[in-house]
């Protein structure tokens, strides 16, 4: 998955990159933060691991402050970008996993419920 890669590449930065590698690092998170961000909110609210509430909450938070000012605020702002980044990909794979996990089941009144394959 590229957002593992670029999730990656954000929280390895040690000292402060270029400006141009930054402003693409950056531009690419927002793009992926955008899309995962529509992807937990379409999980019902009921089913929406805590995680991705917190994710969605600091989601709307970065949007709204943008980067802070000063020699570290663009930097400063991937690494968070990708922390959400992170928090909203895990959300969505519990989810998935969850519901998956549920799905596989097949449930029996009065008996144990039947694996996947043994029918």
Known sequence: MAILSLIRQALAIRQNPGLQELALLTDALLTHC????????????????TRGAGALRDWTKLQADGPADGPLGPWSYAR???LVARNLLRAICDHRSATLERAAYVGRPSLPPLAPGSR
């Open 34 to 49: 955008t899309s995962l961000a529509a992807g937990v909110k379409a999980i019902p609210i009921e089913q929406r691991p």
């Open 80 to 82: 968070q970008l990708a």
